[in-house]
Each structure stands twice: as C-alpha cells, then as structure tokens.
C-alpha cells in the first residue's frame, strides 16, 4: 500500500516528484483519477475537495484527513500551521489535526492515555482505530451492561408469567404447549450492538499489529454481542443515564468509524476507512472549547449563535447571521468572536496582514444586529511566526472595537484577549486542575 502525506492546499502530480515534501507529492493515475472523481461529488454537494490543475496536477483545498483509494493508495492531508515542510513538522501537524479532532467531539482522554496520545506517530485512521479500542478495552475491564428484556415465547415447561390470552387461543391439542412470557438478562441492547459493529469494521480495516491483536482478542471476549441491524436508531437509543457514563467516552469513536458523526466521511469502492474534516471547523470548534474552560460559569457561550438575521423582507426574516462564538455574560455584556484557520503576516501592511474585507463585512453585521453597535469583537487566527501578537484595534465606530487576536496552539489561549474586556478567566493552574479533573 502506498502512503503519501502531504498538507492542506498541497499539489499532487502524477510526474514524477525529485523531493517529495508536504507541499508537493506524487500519487498514481488511478488515485489521480479517484480524486478528481471525489471532487465532482464533493462539488454537488457545495463542498470543493480538489482544485484541477491541467492533466496531471490538482490542488487540494481546505480539508485535513485521510482519504483510501480503491488502488490502495492512501493520501494523508495535515493541517497546515507552520511555513515548514519537515519531517518534524509532519509530526506536529499530526498531533495538532489529532488534538482538534478530540476537541471537536469533546473527547477527554483518561490520564492512562495521555502519553500514548502525545507519542502515537501512525496515520489518522489507525490511530482513530487504534484510540476506540483502548476505551472498548476499557469498558470490557469494567464490565459491559446487561439489561432486561421480555421474552413471550412457547415451551413444553413454565417458567416466568403465563399469556392468558395467548393460551386460551391455542387450538386442540396443545394444551401440552405454554404460551409464556419472562425476562431475560441479556447484553443485547443499543450501545453494546453499536460496539459489535464497530469492532468488526476495526477487525477487517485495521492495517497495525498491534491494532489488528487487540481487536480480535476483545472480538473473542464479545463474541455473544450481535452485531447492529438499525445503526441510527441504535444511536438514537444509546443510554445516558448514571449506569451508563462509563460508555460515553467510546461513542464518539463509534461515530466517526461508523460514519454517522463525521462532517464528511465516504465509503464506496474504497475498501478502506476515508476520513475528510473542514479545518475552518476543527479550528473554530477547538478555541470554543478553549474558551469555554477558561470562562467561569457565569458567562454563557453559544457556539454558534443563530438568533439574528440581517434583513426582513415582508416581516419574515432573510439570511441568518451565525458568529462561531457569542458570549454573554449579564443582560449587558456580549462578546462576538469568529475564528478562521489562516495563516498572517503582521508585517505585510501593504496587503493589510492578509486579512479579508469579507470577514470585516461579517463581523459588522454580527457587531449591529447581536451587540447594537457596542462593545468589543475579534478575529481570530492561529498564531504563527509572522503572527505572534494582537493586531492594532479596528475601530467601526467610538463605540464598536474589532480586535484581531492570534490563538496559541500550544498552551491553546487566545493571546490579548483581556483588551476585549473578558477579565473573568480562570487562572491557569485552577484550568488545569479543572481539566486534569474532568479528564479523570
């Protein structure tokens, strides 16, 4: 099987490529033609995978993931947060696209896991593979959950209720024949058919010893589960009640490997697992899950916001407004914050640091309909060596302030965000502690 990693908005080339680099690979006719064909779909779906470039070159666009060719072909995409094309920054791009990705389903790794997080180098799906097991392995240690179900069955014996009704309406003959009902203990219920399915689709796809060891040993060990007939509505049934928080931190990995949580996930003719995220989405679900840890309980965030339109026509609202992150705290104070994944040049005030007028439109509509034209708002964008420090503030009006804010992606904080006037953040040890708790 061949692998190539390579980065958002890198090209592919059927050429042959003298040094191959994150910026620049090259892959088979036949991945070349799946991947134009992929993009045809993704097209008619409002979505755009790959920019055709000739014959021979396409361009990928702004999606981080794994993609399984039916050739075998496998074509890793990294996020693309450092100018550098390294094997170091292959490694650290992975790390942050597996970081963003926990963020996103809000999965919080048990203190036993961190370290293999931190140090587990393999390509996305074996690791996504890989991360279900060890919390299958977990539940399996803690033991599954059994339930009751009712059973109205026929038998040559009593046992449990007899069915009335059901006897009265025997025909002669079968007075012999008990029409009973009784219930069972079982481990045939929503989420353990769920974990059923999912393990067998790890058994046949995973391609890592130590994966494809572990999923058979617990494959032996749940042979009694059965596998699940209705995923949906087995999903829609999946208990969360006190007996069952210990099966919370698994779900979302049957979702992603079952391809029901996924913003886009294809399986088709590719026999493998292909997994595609917007990065514009991963970045802006993981500073609104910073943002929340580091806010006390009294400000209240929506991510995003839904509640304004810019215009009405007729008294019916036209076009919605929906900030990635609204903040409020009082009947007063309110805070609009969108993020974007893009790289700046502080430095490059010729072009005006590579910042959008659109974005700058689209947050002066936000700041009029969800603020009234008061108070402070922000962009923001990953923090790079070009973009290190807050931009200079943008004023809309004396009352209404844009503020252009660079995100840590290391110790995951928004650098300057005090000017905005959010003073209540938790300091960063009580964050700590409170995360060390949550993930225990």
């Excluded at 409002?46 to 074509?75: E, H, N």
């Excluded at 046949?204 to 589960?225: F, G, Y």
């Excluded at 003073?423 to 964050?431: E, G, R």
Aim: one cysteine or more.
């Amino acid at each position: 099987m061949n692998q190539v990693t390579v980065c958002e908005y890198a090209s592919l080339t059927t050429h042959p490529v003298k040094t191959p680099s994150l910026a620049l690979a090259q892959v088979s006719p036949s991945a070349f033609d799946h991947l134009c064909t992929l993009s045809e779909q993704f097209r008619r779906g409002g979505a755009s995978l790959v920019r055709i470039d000739g014959r021979t070159r396409l361009r990928l666009d702004g999606f981080v993931g794994v993609i399984q060719t039916p050739c075998g072909t496998t074509v890793e995409i990294l996020p693309k947060h450092t100018e550098g094309t390294g094997e170091r920054d292959k490694e650290a791009s992975r790390a942050l696209l597996r970081k963003l990705i926990q963020s996103m389903f809000d999965m919080k790794a048990r203190e036993v896991g961190v370290a293999s997080l931190e140090t587990f180098n393999a390509p996305l799906t074996e690791w996504v593979m890989a991360r279900f097991l060890d919390e299958l392995d977990h539940i399996v240690q803690r033991g599954l959950r059994f339930n009751y179900q009712r059973v109205e069955e026929e038998q040559p014996y009593l046992r449990g209720q007899l069915n009335v009704m059901a006897q009265l309406r025997q025909p002669p003959g079968r007075e012999h024949r008990f029409q009973i009902r009784h219930d069972v203990f079982t481990p045939d219920r929503a989420e353990n058919r769920l974990l059923r399915s999912t393990l067998n689709l790890v058994c046949k796809q995973t391609t890592s010893t130590d994966n494809w060891r572990l999923a058979h040993e617990l494959s032996v060990r749940l042979a009694e589960l059965p596998d699940s007939r209705d995923i949906q509505a087995d999903f829609r049934a999946w208990g969360t009640d006190r007996l069952m928080a210990h099966y919370q931190s698994v779900r979302p990995w049957c979702e992603i490997i079952l391809l029901k949580a996924m913003p886009l996930a294809l399986q088709g003719q590719t026999k493998g697992l292909s997994l595609l995220f917007p990065m514009d989405r991963l970045f802006e679900q993981h500073v609104a899950a910073c943002l929340r840890r580091r806010l006390d309980n009294t400000y209240r965030i929506r991510t995003p916001a839904a509640s304004q339109y810019l215009c009405q026509q007729g008294g019916k609202d036209i076009f919605r407004l929906e900030p990635d992150i609204f903040v409020e705290h009082g009947p007063t104070n309110k805070w609009v914050l969108d993020a974007k994944w893009k790289l700046l040049d502080e430095t490059n005030h010729k072009e005006k640091f590579d910042l959008s007028q659109a974005d700058f439109y689209q947050l002066y509509a936000y700041g009029q309909k969800y603020m009234g034209g008061v108070g402070n708002m922000a962009l923001i964008y990953p923090m790079s060596a070009k973009f290190s420090r807050p931009l200079a503030p943008f004023d809309f009006s004396n009352q209404l302030r844009l503020h252009v804010l660079p995100f840590d992606l290391t110790s995951e904080r928004i650098i300057g965000l005090g000017a905005m006037q959010l003073p209540a953040l938790i300091p960063a040890v009580a964050s700590n502690q409170l995360n060390r708790a949550h993930a225990a």
